[in-house]
């Protein structure tokens, strides 16, 4: 009675009933297997629900009627030995009344149980155990429950057969529990080169029945004809699907399993954990957050269709889950914004998307260089790529590594895109990314041209160029039209040419990896950071020579400028490439002592200590053309003061210069006086 269909699925009252009206049947002697897979939850079931149920069942029968339940988990077993002495184990500790707990055992602890027998004065000889069992104890009033056949190392023919015996010669109602499609694998794993090696060989005759085409059976009996004997055989070429097909007849256990199984196990019952009440009791349990019990107990529908859905019903997946949200939880809950709360709300799901496509083995690790979010597809269900992904999580999951600047970061974001919605243009934009693919054609032009008249009022901040750009890619791969992307890109130069300050493309958004079009968009990407970057450079240049063209205090406004800015000046503009060098030497030799002590902390703080920054690793032959035009400076009009602040800068120069020429800084004199901090 195979129930495998969603909504023929039993409840564990259901199959607690069919149990025990299986245990007081007598018409004929056969097995009950319980199917289930892998993490579904039905050794829990059986161990915390089936067997209390049968033993209260048992319990109100007359004593000689009543009958003892004996579980013993296969895993790992390598013979049917092992398995009587676990079940020998059991029994006699049971008889003697220290069995309470004692009575679940499993090839890994059942050793050391045995050799606790002759404490309790039980002397037994365990040689030979599963020919002597039926003379050693009295089983027929047990209840046999094994668990985990498909995980079994004993060959298949041999522990089933072992457990035929129990059924057929004693009457003994046996439960067996496993994942069915796993059966046989294990053991079929063994010396599987040589397997292959021998599927191999041609002069092995197979029952393979292969027609010949007519062409074929038309070429043989002419062969036949003129020349009075057969063709030769050619070499038969063995495709991967003819092997595996060839190793499964020669070594496969699945067509012995089912001779074995008919003659066995009389009824199938498909074990599907009733995932409401099972979720609840593990989000209840300890080490999860009140609170975070609550977000996680108001989300059992969207658990319980995703696992459905993903078909990936694991119970072991759904507590590698609670870790991982736990450990989220306990940084985002502390993180103060206004879309803190939507924000985690959003993680408890996505986590949990990721940790099923994680633990089902589909998850791909596909984030690269300074991505931190963007939309991708998810699991089995997602072809669209509509699913907002974030890195930290998926880093979080993977390797356990989680950082939290970048966890801020992308609360920012986040907030910024669906909590702070006093943006039209935005709306239309994220409808576009979300929607798009069940739209109409009218409905997307229409949403294309909303973008173009808001880039031509410049109403999007640049960063979200990557995603306008995105979006337009995607929609030119199914056929809308290849002038929406030039069009884009030349407003949004216009755009980034009136910034008046430090512009950085967002390169934290990723494509999906699956991107046909992922060249070219990175290639826009850099095309439209270079004209940002060409402006921020002649907006730098122009803001620095103001600063040379002042009178007193320039030194003091550029060094100001340096702090404010010091991000942008050594990663994006640099400094003295700026700068015209005579000019700003003419400048030095006619400054005050404390203009020339603030340029000094402006080399201090941009060329002091290594290691030298992107934008200013160009400055070395500038330091020297500098450094060698003030040391030739007419410095008779100078007074003392100046005179020492010019000593102190030749020396900072030269300090600078030394760091470009080798990877260490050589300790500083102890006698200059730095500039300003």
Request: net charge negative; aromatic share 10%; with cysteine.
């Amino acid at each position: 009675m195979a129930l495998c269909k969603r909504n023929l699925v039993l409840t564990d009252e259901e199959i607690i009933n069919i149990i025990l009206k299986y245990i007081d049947e007598n018409i004929y002697n056969y097995a009950v297997m319980i199917d289930g897979e892998w993490g579904c939850g039905k050794t829990y079931f059986v161990r915390e629900a089936l067997i209390p149920a049968i033993a209260k069942y048992e319990e109100v029968k007359p004593e000689e009627k009543k009958r003892r339940i004996i579980y013993t988990s296969l895993y790992g077993v390598n013979s049917v030995d092992e398995i009587s002495k676990q079940i020998i184990v059991n029994t006699y500790l049971e008889r003697v009344g220290k069995a309470k707990g004692l009575i679940q055992t499993s090839s890994k602890i059942f050793g050391a149980a045995l050799s606790l027998l002759p404490a309790f004065g039980i002397d037994i000889d365990v040689k030979d155990l599963s020919g002597k069992l039926s003379e050693l104890l009295q089983v027929k009033n047990s209840i046999l429950v094994f668990d985990d056949l498909e995980r079994c190392d004993c060959p298949l023919n041999e522990v089933l057969g072992y457990i035929n015996t129990f059924v057929e010669q004693e009457g003994i109602k046996v439960i067996l529990i496993a994942n069915e499609k796993e059966i046989g694998h294990i053991t079929s794993q063994a010396n599987q080169e040589l397997r292959y090696l021998v599927a191999t060989q041609c002069d092995i005759k197979l029952e393979e029945k292969h027609e010949k085409s007519r062409s074929a059976k038309i070429a043989q009996e002419y062969h036949v004809r003129k020349h009075g004997q057969q063709p030769p055989e050619q070499p038969v070429q063995i495709d991967i699907n003819t092997l595996q097909k060839r190793i499964e007849y020669l070594f496969g256990q699945n067509e012995a399993y089912e001779r074995v199984k008919e003659k066995l196990i009389g009824h199938t019952i498909h074990y599907y954990p009733e995932l409401p009440k099972v979720l609840v009791c593990l989000i209840n349990g300890k080490g999860i957050d009140s609170n975070l019990k609550e977000l996680l107990q108001e989300r059992l529908t969207f658990f319980e269709e995703y696992m459905i859905n993903e078909g990936h019903s694991n119970l072991r997946t759904f507590q590698f889950y609670l870790s991982k949200i736990q450990g989220l939880y306990d940084v985002i809950s502390k993180l103060e914004s206004e879309g803190q709360q939507a924000f985690l709300k959003y993680i408890i799901q996505y986590c949990f998307k990721i940790c099923v496509a994680y633990k089902s083995g589909i998850y791909k690790y596909e984030w690269s260089s300074n991505e931190e979010y963007g939309f991708k597809s998810i699991g089995r269900i997602d072809v669209f790529g509509s699913n907002l992904n974030f890195r930290f999580v998926d880093d979080y999951i993977v390797g356990s590594a989680l950082n939290i600047s970048r966890v801020e970061r992308m609360l920012v974001i986040y907030e910024n895109e669906y909590i702070k919605k006093d943006n039209q243009e935005l709306d239309g934009l994220r409808k576009l990314e979300l929607n798009w693919y069940v739209s109409t054609d009218a409905d997307i032009e229409i949403a294309i041209t909303q973008i173009m008249n808001a880039l031509d009022e410049d109403k999007y901040d640049p960063d979200v160029y990557t995603r306008i750009i995105n979006v337009l890619l995607r929609l030119e791969t199914i056929g809308f039209s290849k002038e929406h992307i030039p069009c884009a890109v030349s407003k949004m130069k216009i755009n980034l040419g009136k910034q008046t300050s430090c512009v950085h493309l967002d390169r934290g958004f990723s494509l999906d990896p699956e991107s046909e079009y992922k060249e070219r968009y990175v290639s826009i990407m850099d095309e439209l950071q270079a004209e940002a970057d060409k402006k921020l450079q002649e907006q730098s240049i122009d803001t620095i020579e103001k600063f040379l063209s002042e009178a007193d205090n320039w030194a003091e406004d550029l060094y100001q400028y340096v702090r404010d800015n010091f991000r942008e000046v050594a990663d994006q503009t640099g400094f003295l490439s700026n700068l015209n060098i005579d000019h700003l030497i003419d400048k030095l030799s006619k400054s005050k002592s404390f203009d020339l002590h603030a340029f000094r902390s402006c080399i201090l703080q941009l060329y002091g200590t290594p290691p030298i920054e992107p934008a200013l690793q160009q400055d070395g032959p500038r330091l020297i053309v500098l450094k060698d035009g003030i040391e030739k400076l007419d410095t008779k009009g100078l007074d003392k003061v100046q005179l020492t602040q010019i000593k102190y800068l030749l020396l900072n120069l030269d300090k600078a210069i030394m760091i470009y020429d080798q990877s260490e800084l050589e300790p500083a004199e102890e006698n200059i006086p730095s500039g300003k901090t």
